[in-house]
T-cell receptor, first 115, second 114 residues
Framework: AQTVTQSQPEMSVQEAETVTLSCTYD???????LFWYKQPPSRQMILVIR??????QNATENRFSVNFQKAAKSFSLKISDSQLGDAAMYFC????????????FGTGTSLTVIP | DAMVIQNPRYQVTQFGKPVTLSCSQT?????MYWYQQKSSQAPKLLFH???????NEADTPDNFQSRRPNTSFCFLDIRSPGLGDAAMYLC?????????????FGPGTRLTVL
């Protein structure tokens, strides 16, 4: 099974500043998908951003962007202009393009936004 | 809006008393998942259905079972809950077959075992 590692259990950022959350993964596959999910306290898990492995261009969604380094098997999430509502657990996840149905999650990073 | 619905949101049961958690979806996704999530941890996959094909994780205890009577509904049965089974249970759906599409999660059912 693929493994996903988030080495930062907790992070904090000042409101309006930028923060980067790290994620690395281990796979022998060449085609796969990567996701960042956000889980606010006591609320539903939602998708933040996704990346297709065969696309070199880094995905962006408004204030959220990724730095995808395929050779290094790294997939970090950058949050710009951090807002109080960004406070949440963030999970990195991997999905194979071939075997496909399982999502492998990292252990999560708890992000605190300081007013 | 298309969504994933879980009932109940909070469930209290007694040690050893069977409990059933429910999940329904209006997304018409062919894959449905059950996860167990304990405080501040990653969701742990228990099993998933790809259409009617049931896929059990190797380390899922026999105490946990699932049923998917149709595309829209999926149930999680805990036959004899122990104190260690107290957790949030998340249902999720996705399109199957190595899809680019993400999982959609329900709000979860928080299970308390007394």
């Amino acid at each position: 099974a693929q493994t996903v590692t988030q080495s930062q259990p907790e992070m904090s950022v000042q409101e309006a500043e930028t923060v980067t959350l790290s994620c690395t993964y281990d796979t022998s596959e060449s085609d796969y998908y990567l996701f960042w999910y956000k889980q606010p306290p006591s609320r539903q898990m939602i998708l933040v951003i996704r990346q297709e492995a065969y696309k070199q261009q880094n995905a962006t969604e408004n204030r959220f962007s990724v730095n995808f380094q395929k050779a290094a098997k790294s997939f970090s999430l950058k949050i710009s202009d951090s807002q109080l509502g960004d406070a949440a657990m963030y999970f990195c996840a991997y999905r194979s393009a071939d075997t496909g149905n399982q999502f492998y999650f990292g252990t999560g990073t708890s992000l605190t936004v300081i007013p | 809006d298309a969504m994933v619905i879980q009932n109940p949101r909070y469930q209290v049961t007694q040690f050893g008393k069977p409990v059933t958690l429910s999940c329904s979806q209006t997304l018409n996704h062919n894959v449905m998942y059950w996860y167990q999530q304990k405080s501040s941890q990653a969701p742990k996959l228990l099993f998933h259905y790809y259409d009617k094909d049931f896929n059990n994780e190797a380390d899922t205890p026999d105490n946990f079972q699932s049923r998917r009577p149709n595309t829209s509904f999926c149930f999680l049965d805990i036959r004899s809950p122990g104190l260690g089974d107290a957790a949030m249970y998340l249902c999720a759906t996705s399109r199957g077959g190595g899809s680019y599409n993400e999982q959609f999660f329900g709000p979860g059912t928080r299970l308390t075992v007394l």
